[in-house]
C-alpha cells in the first residue's frame, strides 16, 4: 500500500518562508510524477505543483508561480515544497500526491497523504 | 486556464436512490489522438483527504463500489451514484489533468435526505 506522509508545516509571519516534505514509500518514487494541492479551511481543492518522475519540466499553479519551488530527492524518496514571500491567503492544508501511471504526465492522482497545514498570520 | 464548474453545489438524495452530480468544463478535455477525456472524480469525507473514483472520465478505480459510474465527454460530465449508501456522504470534485494548471471544480456536498 502506498504511503505519502507530509511533513513540515506551521505558522509563518506573512513574507515568511516555509519547506514542506511528503516522505514516499511502499512504490518505486522515482518512476511517478508527483504533485502538491492544497485546501483551505473550509473550501475545495486547488492545484499547486507538479514535478515530473526526472527532469526539471516542472508547473505551478498562477498564484504561487515565482514564489514556490517542488523538488524530489529520488535518492531519498522525498518530494519537497519550498515556499516563500508566504501570504494570508496560502493558509491552507497542504496534500502531496502521486500520479496514477509510472513515467507520464497528464494524469490522475491514485494517492493522497494526510497533508501539512500551513498557517500564514501575523 | 480550464474553469471547472460542478452542479449542484449540494445535494440531498435519499437512502437507495440516484444522485447525479454534473461537471462542465470551460473547453473540452478530450485529446483526439488517444480518444480520452482527462477528466478525474475525487470523493473527500470529512477529516480525510480526497480518493480518486473515476479517471479517463468514465474509469472506476480498483476497490471503488460499482454503483459510482462516470459518463460525458468533451466538455460535460456526470458522476452517478446509482444507490446511495449512507457511506457516500461526502463532497465530489471533478477535476481536468488535460493541460496546467490542472483544475478542480469547486465541489458538491452529497447528504442524505
Known amino acids: 500500500q502506498v504511503h505519502l506522509v507530509e511533513s513540515g508545516g506551521g505558522v509563518v509571519q506573512p513574507g515568511g518562508s516555509l519547506r514542506l516534505s511528503c516522505a514516499a514509500s511502499?512504490?518505486?518514487?522515482?518512476?511517478?510524477?508527483m504533485h502538491w494541492v492544497r485546501q483551505a479551511p473550509g473550501k475545495g481543492l486547488e492545484w499547486v505543483a507538479f514535478?515530473?518522475?526526472?527532469?526539471?519540466?516542472?508547473n505551478y499553479a498562477g498564484s504561487v508561480k515565482g514564489r514556490f519551488t517542488i523538488s524530489r530527492d529520488n535518492s531519498k524518496n522525498t518530494l519537497h515544497l519550498e515556499m516563500s514571500s508566504l501570504r494570508a491567503e496560502d493558509t491552507a492544508l497542504y496534500y502531496c500526491?502521486?500520479?496514477?501511471?509510472?513515467?507520464?504526465?497528464?494524469?490522475?492522482?491514485?494517492?493522497w497523504g494526510q497533508g501539512t497545514l500551513v498557517t500564514v498570520s501575523s | 486556464d480550464i474553469v471547472m464548474t460542478q452542479s449542484p453545489d449540494s445535494l440531498a438524495v435519499s437512502l437507495g436512490e440516484r444522485a447525479t452530480i454534473n461537471c462542465k468544463s470551460s473547453?473540452?478535455?478530450?485529446?483526439?489522438?488517444?480518444?480520452?477525456?482527462?477528466l478525474g472524480w475525487y470523493q473527500q469525507k470529512p477529516g480525510q483527504p480526497p480518493k480518486l473514483l473515476i479517471y479517463?472520465?468514465?474509469t472506476r478505480e480498483s476497490g471503488v463500489p460499482d454503483r459510482f459510474s462516470g459518463s460525458g465527454s468533451g466538455a460535460d460530465f456526470t458522476l452517478t451514484i446509482s444507490s446511495l449508501q449512507a457511506e457516500d456522504v461526502a463532497v465530489y470534485y471533478c477535476?481536468?489533468?488535460?493541460?496546467?494548471?490542472?483544475?478542480f471544480g469547486q465541489g458538491t456536498k452529497l447528504e442524505i435526505k
Open positions: 479517463w472520465a468514465s
Open positions: 500526491a502521486k500520479n496514477k501511471d509510472p513515467y507520464k504526465r497528464d494524469l490522475a492522482f491514485d494517492y
Open positions: 514535478v515530473p518522475h526526472v527532469g526539471s519540466n516542472t
Open positions: 477535476q481536468q489533468y488535460y493541460s496546467t494548471p490542472y483544475t
Open positions: 511502499d512504490f518505486t518514487f522515482s518512476d511517478y510524477g
Open positions: 473547453q473540452s478535455v478530450f485529446y483526439s489522438s488517444n480518444s480520452k477525456n482527462y
